[in-house]
């Protein structure tokens, strides 16, 4: 089959993330298994509009305000050639696709946006973002068979109305981690990895690192990643009087990622909504635990609380666990150890071929 995933960003875009990584390993799966891809994305500087890579086509149009409209028009263009089956990938909004094709549509989505729309959109946009996923996406994609990537954003999608049955979950895998030369840090180190957005929350982490300096006065943290809120957060790191103690790395490449989890005593992940949290099992595969809100949903399942990471309810909550992890060492090193055994229970393979067998059959 030739298969189009529709999705707004691709990992090469400084303002990927988890969902994109997701999206092109399960493209790669569907490539062994024989199948022609291609991901229609939008554009952003230093990369072509047109590419091949790892026997993936790659076609980027439009920006990440109307790559939808512009992703739907050529679609109903056969701009992408004969097309046998769509994945949408409904990162808050879909793609329409079920508007301007007869052939099957998948629809994937990582998690449900809710608690987002108000926070990074306030007002009337947010309100009709909102409208959209909930209420004309579910109808609009009615017959159409869903994938997600955990328990928690199925149940999220049946309170919208999508069907249990059509539902199929597939979890995130890991890769192997690169091996890397860094040690841990001799002193107390945070790391937080994402997009800088709204609601990823980076400020905890930063409300956190205030904590653990007033006992530990030389530890840092590390921010990896960009986005639009990266001003934001450097005016709070100011603001907060840590703004020596915050590293900003901006977009890294995955060796160096890697090396500063390794170099980590804490990841913090304090995001509202996660659908997984990729970036927990890429920093178990370091030893290094994860401290996460309980309430972001997929955070439960890629967490084992208190055995490979803590879960927590609320910001107070947070700052008092990363407190207690880094102070207590033999505590840290316990669930760094489960981190580590948490990572390795889950592979890109399988989740390829459960992806691939959902698109076949």
Known sequence: MHILFCNWRDTRNPEGGGSEVYVEKMAAGLIDRGHRVT?????????????????????????????????????????????????????????????????????????????????????????????????????????????????????????????????????????????????????????????????????????????????????????????????ELRAYARAAGVSNAVIFHGFVDDVRKHELLAHAWVMVLPSLKEGWGLVVGEAGAHRTPTVAYSTAGGTTESIDHKESGVLVDDHAALIASVCELIADDPWRTLLGEGALAKSHSFSWASSQEQFAHVLET
Do not use: M
């Open 39 to 231: 991901i229609a994305c939008a554009r952003h500087a230093g990369a072509p509009d047109d590419e091949v890579v790892d026997g993936i086509r790659f076609v980027r149009c439009g920006s990440k305000l109307d790559i939808y409209l512009t992703t739907a028009a050529r679609l109903l263009l056969r701009r992408y050639g004969r097309v046998d089956l769509v994945v949408d990938v409904q990162n808050g909004l879909p793609f329409f696709t079920r508007l301007v094709t007869r052939r099957r549509v998948v629809v994937l989505v990582h998690h449900v946006h809710r608690e987002q729309w108000p926070v990074v959109y306030p007002g009337l946009t947010g309100r009709v973002g909102w409208w959209i996923e909930s209420f004309v996406a579910p109808r609009l994609y009615s017959r159409s068979r869903y994938v997600t990537v955990s328990e928690a954003s199925q149940y999220e999608l049946t309170e919208l109305g999508v069907d249990r049955e059509r539902i199929t979950v597939v979890h995130n895998g890991n890769s192997p981690a690169p091996r890397v030369t860094v040690k841990r840090s001799a002193s107390p180190r945070l790391c937080v990895l994402g997009r800088l957005v709204p609601h990823k929350q980076v400020e905890h982490a930063i409300d956190a690192l205030v904590a653990v300096r007033r006992r530990y006065p030389d530890a840092e943290l590390d921010i990896v990643g960009s986005g639009w809120w990266d001003e």
